[in-house]
Nanobody, 124 residues
Framework: QVQLVESGGGLVQAGGSLRLSCAAS????????MAWFRQAPGKEREFVAAIRGSGFTTYTADSLKGRFTISRDNAKNTVYLQMSSLEPEDTAVYYC?????????????????WGQGTQVTVSS
């Protein structure tokens, strides 16, 4: 069983940056593929980025490459999402997710554990 707690969301002006954190409880954190998803009001949940257990392999949604970076610190059982050049369209609730897998997974339905989400609001 894995519990995930996100933090770092908030209100930021367009062009600004935020770093989200997701702290995981439980054992064998390094065996989990971790990911970030987001959901804006009235829209479906959207894949943002994923990272394999080792931290050496990542995948970021094409539309977000160059602005969003996922990373992890297995010693701290934490995964991060660094977001820069934020746009009002990035406004959403951001969720951390985990799945016991050795491969990158982009489908939200394949993730077993979810955090409660953290709100990111980007003002114009």
């Amino acid at each position: 069983q894995v519990q995930l707690v996100e933090s770092g969301g908030g209100l930021v002006q367009a062009g600004g940056s935020l770093r989200l954190s997701c702290a995981a409880s439980g054992r064998s954190f390094s065996t989990y593929t971790m990911a970030w998803f987001r959901q804006a009001p009235g829209k479906e949940r959207e894949f943002v980025a994923a990272i394999r257990g080792s931290g050496f392999t990542t995948y970021t949604a094409d539309s977000l490459k160059g602005r969003f970076t996922i990373s992890r610190d297995n010693a701290k059982n934490t995964v991060y999402l660094q977001m820069s050049s934020l746009e009002p369209e990035d406004t959403a609730v951001y969720y951390c997710a985990a799945v016991s897998s050795l491969v990158l997974v982009r489908n939200s339905k394949q993730y077993d554990y979810w955090g409660q989400g953290t709100q990111v609001t980007v003002s114009s």
